[in-house]
């Protein structure tokens, strides 16, 4: 009988012991779960970023052929996107009409910013 009791006591220290890894090994688990949506998060921001910063250089590019070819009222329209979308706040502003002008001082066709 002081066997059995002895055995249970030992059993009952395993358990406890079972449990608290149990607990241990599910704290953990939460603490990757947790790091992996913050690093999906970034992920996601770094793709974001990533699109942002190709349509900046596209229209870097599409500037410079306007100017190319002597479009100065396309180059101005296209300098002037740039511009709203390197504040790092595309999209946020009005759209509202303007006068383009080229490099000559000749005003163009009525356009709107977005």
């Known amino acids: 009988m002081e066997r059995l009791k002895t055995d249970m006591v030992g059993i009952g220290e395993g358990q406890k012991r079972i449990?608290?890894?149990?607990?241990?090994?599910?704290?953990?688990?939460?603490?990757?779960?947790?790091?992996?949506?913050?690093?999906?998060?970034?992920?996601?921001?770094?793709?974001?970023?990533?699109?942002?910063?190709?349509?900046?250089?596209n229209l870097m590019l599409s500037i410079l052929k306007a100017r190319e070819d002597n479009n100065f009222a396309h180059?101005?329209?296209?300098?002037?996107?740039?511009?709203?979308?390197?504040?790092?706040?595309?999209?946020?502003?009005?759209a509202r009409p303007s006068r383009l002008t080229n490099d000559h001082g000749e005003q163009g066709a009525v356009c709107l910013s977005s």
């Open 19 to 57: 449990r608290e890894g149990q607990r241990e090994i599910r704290q953990k688990f939460e603490e990757i779960e947790s790091e992996c949506r913050s690093l999906k998060e970034e992920t996601m921001n770094i793709a974001k970023q990533s699109d942002y910063n190709q349509v900046r250089i």
């Open 75 to 94: 180059a101005d329209h296209l300098t002037g996107l740039l511009r709203l979308r390197g504040n790092g706040k595309a999209g946020t502003r009005k």
